[in-house]
């Protein structure tokens, strides 16, 4: 049975197993959240200690945001965490978090913390590497599991447990999606039926930039296969290749490609969407470098993130998709 623990003097006293996972939430679990516990669940065995934490932290909601809106559904979090196999949530309170008020020290996110997500709410990465470190040294893991779906929340915490030296696995999961594609997340139940058809965009516009980016590839590494020469071309004349031949060299060189014709593929998605009524009003459309998110160059090789966030009526959405570019695809 999943125990509910609510100081951190609780949580020591209870003791551990031989290794601790921990799953870091804010509440109003779905089943991204339970995807996340199972991959928790997995990672400490059966003699391991899985604790998910539940805390709505406000040092990371700036003015106007929705600290007083967030879900709390804590009875209800409780029974999916033992579902998926939890062995305690922690859900301590503001002044078990915070003795005395708001921390006068606090860790900065930097650089990386300025730019997008941090850009349009400035010092919200402050603020969630805080509680972050202040719960990783309360819960004690030997593992610390987040969602794939906060990418730049997911690499700042990496970076934070390697800058810092905090001796701590850090795990990313997968992004969980609705069958319409609709990246899981607590906010999705503030959308009206109309908002969330309007919602779809994000993810279809993610979709549409990786499809474009599976044909670029796909062309260049036929262009790769099959030589542009008048030799090779006389060749395969014979069995009706050299058109194809042509076709995928013509392609892979004229067709806006890398970056740029991912960005443009996805944009159109958005553009689309901002005429919808209810309409999609954009935050920002990135293709980062996930190491420091900084906008990548069309002569970028390596691992990247397309991430987006838009607001859709009142509330606020985003989503990410990693893709791989150039030889390292």
């Known amino acids: 049975m999943t125990v509910l623990l609510r100081t951190s003097g609780d949580l020591h006293a209870r003791g551990r197993g031989e290794r601790r996972a921990v799953v870091m939430t804010m509440g109003a679990l779905h089943?991204?959240?339970?995807?996340?516990?199972?991959?928790?669940?997995?990672?400490?065995?059966?003699?391991?200690?899985?604790?998910?934490?539940?805390?709505?932290?406000?040092?990371?909601?700036?003015?106007?945001?929705?600290?007083?809106?967030y879900p709390r559904t804590l009875d209800s979090d409780v029974k999916?965490?033992?579902?998926?196999?939890?062995?305690?949530?922690?859900?301590?309170?503001?002044?078990?978090?915070?003795?005395?008020?708001?921390?006068?020290?606090?860790?900065?996110?930097?650089?990386m913390g300025g730019r997008l997500e941090g850009a349009t709410r400035p010092?919200?990465?402050d603020g969630m590497l805080t509680v972050v470190a202040k719960l990783l040294h309360l819960t004690r893991p030997d593992t610390a599991l987040f969602g794939q779906k906060d990418a730049q929340q997911l690499a700042l915490i990496r970076r934070m447990v390697r800058d810092l030296n905090f001796g701590i696995e850090i795990v990313g999961v997968p992004t969980v999606r609705e069958e319409d594609g609709l990246a899981l997340s607590s906010r999705n139940r503030f959308l009206s039926p109309q908002e969330r058809r309007t919602s779809l965009a994000l993810s279809q516009a993610l979709f549409a930039g990786r499809d474009r980016?599976?044909?670029?590839?796909?062309?260049?590494?036929?262009?790769r296969e099959v030589p542009a020469t008048?030799?090779?071309?006389?060749?395969?004349?014979?069995?009706?290749?050299?058109?194809a031949a042509a076709d995928a060299h013509a392609v892979?060189?004229?067709?806006?490609?890398?970056?740029?014709?991912?960005?443009?593929?996805?944009?159109?998605?958005?553009?689309?969407?901002?005429?919808l009524k209810p309409p999609?009003?954009?935050?920002y459309l990135a293709l980062v470098d996930p190491s420091d998110f900084t906008e990548i160059?069309?002569?970028?090789?390596?691992?990247?993130?397309?991430?987006?966030?838009?607001?859709?009526?009142?509330?606020?959405?985003i989503d990410n998709l990693p893709l791989t570019f150039g030889a390292a695809s």
């Not at 991204?32 to 934490?53: C, F, K, Y």
């Not at 160059?297 to 987006?308: C, P, S």
């Open 123 to 125: 010092g919200h990465f």
């Open 80 to 111: 999916i965490a033992e579902q998926a196999g939890a062995d305690a949530v922690f859900a301590p309170s503001v002044d078990e978090v915070y003795p005395g008020g708001e921390p006068q020290v606090r860790l900065s996110a930097g650089p």
């Open 252 to 275: 892979a060189k004229a067709a806006p490609g890398g970056p740029s014709g991912v960005r443009a593929a996805a944009r159109l998605i958005l553009d689309e969407a901002a005429r």
């Open 213 to 223: 980016h599976a044909a670029q590839e796909a062309l260049r590494a036929r262009a």
């Open 297 to 317: 160059q069309d002569d970028f090789t390596g691992e990247a993130v397309l991430a987006v966030a838009a607001r859709v009526g009142t509330t606020r959405l």
């Open 31 to 69: 089943e991204g959240h339970a995807t996340l516990i199972r991959a928790a669940r997995e990672i400490a065995g059966p003699g391991g200690d899985v604790v998910v934490t539940v805390f709505v932290n406000p040092l990371q909601f700036g003015a106007g945001e929705d600290l007083d809106r």
């Open 230 to 243: 008048r030799a090779r071309a006389e060749a395969l004349s014979a069995i009706g290749e050299s058109r």
């Open 280 to 283: 999609l009003a954009l935050d």
